[in-house]
């Protein structure tokens, strides 16, 4: 699933989110990522990605899910 930006003039559609595993660089897609997150509505989540490895997302400035290492 893709995400649509919309800007003035138009709209962006992302393949891909910008959330891509600090561990395995895999792309964690927004079908994933929103599921939870507007479930757990908090300002980041912790998800487990295909490599097995928790990783945390949160969202940038513009909205965008971005995934970082979670220090332990
Ligand atoms: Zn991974």
């Known amino acids: 699933m893709s995400k649509t930006i919309h800007i003035p003039g138009g709209t962006i559609t992302l393949a891909e989110s910008k959330a891509v595993c600090p561990h395995c660089e895999t792309h964690i897609s927004f079908d994933k990522i929103e ?8 300002i ?29």
Do not use: H, N, P
């Not at 599921?35 to 908090?42: E, I, L, T």
């Not at 998800?47 to 940038?60: A, E, F, L, W």
């Open 35 to 42: 599921k939870r997150f507007w479930k757990q509505s908090k």
């Open 44 to 72: 980041c989540i912790r998800m487990k990605c295909v490599c097995g490895k928790q990783v945390g997302i949160t969202q940038d400035y513009r909205g965008d899910f971005v995934a970082y290492e979670l220090k332990r």
